[in-house]
């Protein structure tokens, strides 16, 4: 046998890859798997990461913020580093907003917010609508139980307005409209969704600065903004980051198959959508504000109750397109 004791005090750096070669080919003899003539092993060297470029600026909400100065350059780095490499999540909030951004957009627009503050709700939610925090914030929005009936939505053990998506919207947006009255500037309106508008203005007085970019807040809030601006780039060049999707990876906007108004109590949602063709599990999950197997309306408020479409559920993935062509290589 070779001794490589001299050529180790020569060239160690050489005997150190020597090493993790020979290492990857006894893992594969000792696995008992042969590689024949036309199977290539695979490659002992680990794939190369490549950190994403930061952008000199990004455009949020009409505003065009400026990230070459360090502080905010290296924050939004790490949050788009947090991004490109948390691949599961990053895909999955890509397939989820082909279904749901049809949905609030146009809500946003009606309301007079601007577009970018769907990002927001992203990162709040990863776009998942039946999500709930340890702390009690639920939707899309994750509004606390408190703060959303202060802005209209129903929220009880029996109706949960949080998990409505068009309801929460409409309350995010009239809570966002309001504390851009006070800020003026839809970055710090959207560290103080996160931080409280309180603590932003006491911040915001206390350190003589406009912008929440400028502050010193809480590691939370400050990443939190640039979570948001790396959410927008992300989504709007995938590919650049490193995920490319098919239209078929996307998840469909299935619209229901009927609505139902009703204003009187419904003791047995079961017998309801069964007397509509569809599964409870199937109605409440289209209906996700409905918390319990009743409909208790002891106020005879009306609600509109989406019956879904049970054989559009079964969609062909190939039919799929995708919201935002941006999204997708096959266009």
Not at 267 to 285: M, N, S
Request: proline share 6%; charged share 25%; net charge positive.
């Amino acid at each position: 046998m070779l001794s490589l004791s001299p050529i180790m005090k020569k060239h160690p750096t050489f005997c150190l890859l020597a090493g993790i070669l020979l290492g990857a080919v006894g893992a594969v003899l000792l696995s008992g798997q042969a590689v024949t003539d036309d199977e290539q092993p695979r490659s002992s060297v680990p794939s190369v990461i490549v950190s994403p470029s930061v952008p000199t600026s990004v455009d949020f909400a009409g505003q065009t913020i400026d990230l070459r100065r360090a502080d905010r350059r290296e924050r939004m780095d790490r949050e788009i580093l947090a991004f490109t490499y948390s691949h599961q999540l990053t895909l999955l909030m890509l397939k989820r907003a082909n279904r749901i951004f049809p949905i609030v957009e146009p809500v946003l627009k009606e309301c007079g917010v601007p577009d970018d503050l769907k990002y927001l709700m992203v990162i709040e939610s990863n776009l998942d609508p039946a999500i709930v925090s340890k702390a009690g914030a639920a939707g899309l929005w994750q509004f606390m139980p408190a703060t959303g009936r202060e802005f209209g939505l129903e929220v009880n053990d029996n109706i949960d307005e949080r998990y409505h998506i068009e309801k929460a919207t409409r309350a995010a947006c009239a809570y966002l409209n309001k504390q851009y009255r006070q800020f003026g500037d839809w970055m710090t309106v959207a560290a103080s969704y996160n931080g409280g508008p309180a603590g932003v203005a006491r911040k915001q007085t206390a350190q003589g600065v406009e912008s929440a970019l400028d502050m010193q807040l809480v590691e939370e809030t400050s990443r939190y903004m640039f979570r948001i601006l790396t959410a927008k780039l992300v989504f709007s060049d995938p590919r650049r980051y490193g995920f490319v999707l098919r239209s078929e990876d996307l998840y469909p906007y299935i619209p229901p198959k009927d609505t139902v108004t009703v204003t009187a109590p419904i003791a047995d949602l079961v017998a309801f959508a069964r007397h509509h063709g569809v599964t409870f599990a199937q109605l409440k999950a289209e209906n996700l504000w409905l918390r319990e197997s009743s409909l208790n309306n002891k106020t005879g408020r009306t609600y509109t109750l989406k019956i879904p479409d049970e054989k559009a559920l079964f969609y062909n993935p190939k039919e799929t397109r995708a919201h935002d062509r941006r999204w997708v290589i096959n266009r």
